[in-house]
């Protein structure tokens, strides 16, 4: 048995060995980019999991952290260790554990874990031969809300963010048979956390989108970034990073614009380069034309759909394609049917209604959304606010937690820059005012700008009432592209009945969007106008909110508050809310409620004078 363990630890110890060198190499941190486009495996299905609320398979009983201190540990729950006899003591096997379905929060699979917050481990086992000279890469599209994650034993690392994709390299890691992936998953909340402590959604844990294995050459390409110059509608900027390069020759082939570009590749790995397009269709809501955008390298081929449109604020107007426009939105959870969306399936559900709804334009809150969201934004023609859950009482002071906020930022930005349907990334929602927290944001809409310059930036702040009137002077105003607010007259306080009266002071002469207003209603609850939870209420409120909306200066877009309803532990109201927020139009169940045909009706009427 002595003699097993010794084996064990010097082939752990040589494994890290190599993946330090891999570290040292700078091979290994590649981020890949649209693997739709690469050769894949999913390890989607089902995996075993065992609840740790003690962390007991991560901590011995006076609290050392196995996994700094003692490998040979079999109480750790990462080795996947199996008595060796009868006498062994092990109390874990994650094979005799439950199993639940991958992709997939964990508080809807198990009645025990509605409310669960703490950690469980996850084990999904595989073979797979990796050919000589290939690369082999683990991609997560997002765990909520911490990760620690570990292959055969080896540590690959530890992730923050519930909602951002992450990857690891495994060549060298990776075994023909019996691998045994094993994350420990937290999704406590903490103050210091992005989001923090407090938020009006349920949070779900777990592996909650897609796991993939990706197969790579040995130079590879990592990344890259095409689409129209800024200030320009025909030449098109390519950006193409390139992997552990050798002297190669990067293509871009667009067939469509009849594009077959060739560029030598610099010893860096970076490509950049410039293309003259003519004859582009522009991507737009009414014609999302997308192209086949082909980058090949000697070893490789990537193959993408990639729409070209440009996007820009002239005083108080959004120009898409030089043309104004206004913003028929609404605000999306990522939730279907009470549980945490991550699939193609629910992407195209709750894009479907938003467009029946007769929206060009869709706000993904409160955090980047899966990326099947994105991709049919893009094919169907909807505009797109992604933001980052810099949610109300964030940690402002922190920097911890601003370099939390600021990854999230870098990856949403890096998974969605080639995304047309994309136009405003927001950094904040509802936070309140200080100085750490201007500087805070003012940091993020710096890093936005760095990170992309062609998109718009925003944030959906609060406002103030004085002497009746509705004021958004909020100081951040002055550094976003779009100034956006959520009000809430006639739920949160304010008359309806004078709302259409109602007088808004925006001291910017920039776009302004309503990213929030709305109000509850139990979905087959009638009464009058003046009953609070009723499909009536619901419906007043809508008409008296656009009324007052249509008058507000600068008025280019809303995205009203919310398309479905939601869970969140927030709502407790018996026989009302139950768990849930009811400002949806659409029940859990996918039945509309009056105000829904509200939305509808004015966004037709909102058409015919914007058409898209
Ligand atoms: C806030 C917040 C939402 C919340 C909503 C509500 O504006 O941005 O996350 O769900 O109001 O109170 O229903």
Redesign the pocket.
């Given at each position: 048995m002595r003699k097993t363990i010794v084996l064990r630890a010097v082939f752990v110890l040589t494994i890290m060995i190599i993946v330090s060198l891999f570290l040292l190499s700078g091979m290994a941190h590649a981020q890949l980019n649209n693997l739709s486009g690469r050769q894949t495996t999913s390890l989607n299905g089902k995996w075993n999991y065992i609840i740790d609320p003690y962390e007991t398979g991560y901590y011995s009983f006076h609290a050392e952290v196995y996994d700094q201190h003692n490998v040979k540990a079999t109480g750790a729950y990462y080795n996947n260790y199996h008595a060796k006899n009868k006498s062994e003591l092990v109390e874990y096997d994650f094979d005799k554990s439950p199993t639940m379905q991958i992709p997939g929060d964990w508080n809807t699979q198990a009645a025990e874990l509605k409310y669960y917050e703490g950690t469980i481990w996850f084990k999904r086992s595989f073979d797979y031969q990796l050919p000589k000279g290939k690369r082999l890469f683990l991609h997560f599209g997002a765990v909520n809300y911490k990760a620690d994650v570990y292959l055969n034993g080896v540590k690959l690392g530890v992730h923050e963010g519930g909602f951002t994709p992450f990857q690891y390299e495994v060549t060298g890691i990776v075994q023909p048979k019996a691998n045994y992936l094993i994350l420990k998953v937290d999704n406590k909340r903490t103050k210091e956390g992005v989001p923090t402590l407090n938020t009006?959604?349920w949070n779900y844990g777990g592996i909650t989108r897609d796991v993939t294995l990706v197969e790579e050459p040995s130079m590879l390409i990592e990344d890259y970034s095409i689409g129209l110059k800024k200030g320009t509608n025909n030449i098109i900027s390519c950006r193409i990073k390139i992997n552990n390069p050798a002297p190669a020759t990067i293509t871009v082939e667009i067939p469509e614009l009849k594009i077959n570009w060739s560029y030598g590749l610099l010893a860096n790995g970076i490509a950049a380069f410039e293309i003259p397009a003519d004859n582009i269709s522009y991507w737009s809501p009414a014609s999302p034309k997308l192209y086949k955008v082909i980058i090949r390298t000697n070893a490789q081929t990537i193959t993408d759909s990639i729409g070209f449109r440009t996007i820009e604020t002239r005083g108080p107007d959004i120009l898409l394609n030089g043309n104004p426009v206004f913003l028929r939105g609404i605000s999306i959870h990522e939730e279907y049917k009470g549980r945490r969306a991550h699939s193609a399936a629910d992407a195209a559900a709750l894009l479907g209604w938003a467009k029946e709804l007769g929206c060009n334009y869709v706000r993904l809150?409160?955090y980047p959304h899966n990326e099947h969201m994105l991709k049919l934004a893009d094919k169907m023609g909807l505009l797109v606010w992604e933001e980052i859950p810099v949610?109300w009482t964030i940690d402002f002071k922190n920097k911890s937690t601003y370099d939390n906020a600021a990854a999230q930022l870098t990856a949403m930005v890096n998974r969605d820059k080639n995304r047309a349907a994309v136009i405003i990334w927001s950094v904040a929602?509802?936070t309140p005012l200080s100085d750490n927290r201007n500087t805070f944001l003012k940091n993020l809409v710096t890093l936005t700008r760095t990170l992309d310059s062609t998109r718009l930036v925003s944030a959906?702040l609060l406002t103030r009432q004085e002497n009746g009137q509705g004021i958004v002077d909020d100081k951040i105003g002055e550094d976003l592209d779009i100034v956006a607010f959520?009000q809430?007259r006639g739920w949160?306080g304010g008359d309806l009945a004078t709302a259409p009266e109602a007088v808004w002071k925006v001291p910017y002469n920039k776009p302004v969007v309503v990213s929030?207003f709305?109000g509850d209603a139990k979905q087959g609850l009638h009464g009058t106008k003046e009953e609070r939870w009723t499909e009536e209420y619901q419906e007043y409120l809508y008409r008296q909110n656009l009324q007052m909306i249509d008058k507000m200066p600068n008025i280019r877009g809303i995205s009203p508050?919310?398309l479905t309803d939601f869970r969140?532990p927030r709502r407790v109201l018996p026989g009302i809310q139950d768990g849930f927020?009811r400002?949806g139009l659409i029940s859990t169940e996918g039945k509309r409620k009056k105000a829904f045909f509200v939305l509808q009706s004015y966004y037709k009427s909102k058409q015919r004078k914007y058409p898209d």
């Open positions: 009006d959604w809150a409160h949610y929602n509802e959906a959520n809430y949160y929030e709305g508050w919310i969140s927020n400002k």
